[in-house]
């Protein structure tokens, strides 16, 4: 069935230290992820995403890696900052399974605590 | 340019009551999805509305409906109100179906 599913719910690093946070997901047919990071009392907010045709994207202080193989996806933080504790989702879209609309199906979520 | 709106913030209802919540999306988006975030269940997709057109629906009961408008202004409804129904209730507006989604603050839905 359709299911997102993250590998850890808590991460603790250190400030400074690399963060990656992983997800594992079902559905062959996802070809767009995203990740979000929500903050207490937030909606959550867009960090990066990813189309199936690509297996690494980079943004500011952050990579996506995609291994398609295995159905795996995972955020990849640098020089990970007190600011970036928050919950971290992915979420998957499938262009072929949801009629190409706007259905995005969640991860549980990690939360990531920086220790200072 | 301003994010997707959402009101009222926050909202407390009774068993038994209706209620609607609003979302303004960000300026030219025609994309409009609405989530149920709850601590179990995490984040559902409840439904996408595009060109004031429901293009999908997530599998929640017929007491969760919405619309939108021709200003892509979407509102969602929840009738009959169950004290399984509180949750934070997301929208997320994108330019496309298949494109990022941007999320407002939710409103915080409280059933008593």
């Known amino acids: 069935g359709e299911s997102v599913g993250l590998h850890l719910p808590t991460l603790s690093v250190q400030e400074g230290d690399n963060s990656i946070i992983n997800c594992a997901y079902s559905?062959?047919?996802?070809?767009?992820f995203i990740w979000y990071k929500q903050e207490s009392g937030k909606g959550p907010q867009f960090i990066i995403d990813?189309?199936?045709?690509?297996d690494k994207r980079q943004g500011q202080r952050v990579t996506v890696l995609l291994n398609k193989t295995v159905k795996h996806l995972s955020l990849q933080i640098a020089a990970t900052q007190p600011g970036d504790s928050a919950v971290y989702f992915c979420?998957?879209?499938?262009?072929?399974?949801?009629?190409?609309?706007?259905?995005?199906?969640f991860g549980q979520g990690t939360t990531l605590q920086v220790k200072p | 340019k301003a994010g997707v709106t959402q009101t009222p913030r926050y909202l407390i209802k009774t068993r038994g009551q209706q209620v609607t919540l609003s979302c303004s999306p960000i300026?030219?988006?025609?994309?409009v999805s609405w989530y149920q975030q709850t601590p179990g269940q995490g984040l559902q997709f409840l439904f996408e509305?595009?060109?004031?057109?429901?293009?999908n629906k997530g599998n929640f009961p017929g007491r969760f409906s919405g619309r939108q408008f021709s200003n892509s202004r979407s509102e969602m409804n929840v009738s009959t109100l169950e004290l399984g129904d509180s949750a934070l209730y997301l929208c997320?507006?994108?330019?496309?179906?298949?494109?990022?989604?941007?999320f407002g603050p939710g409103t915080r839905l409280t059933v008593l």
């Open positions: 997320a507006s994108s330019l496309r179906s298949d494109n990022e989604q941007f």
């Open positions: 559905n062959s047919a996802s070809d767009y």
């Open positions: 990813i189309r199936s045709n690509m």
């Open positions: 979420a998957e879209n499938s262009s072929a399974s949801s009629g190409n609309t706007g259905k995005l199906i």
């Open positions: 300026s030219g988006h025609r994309s």
């Open positions: 509305y595009f060109s004031e057109t429901q293009r």
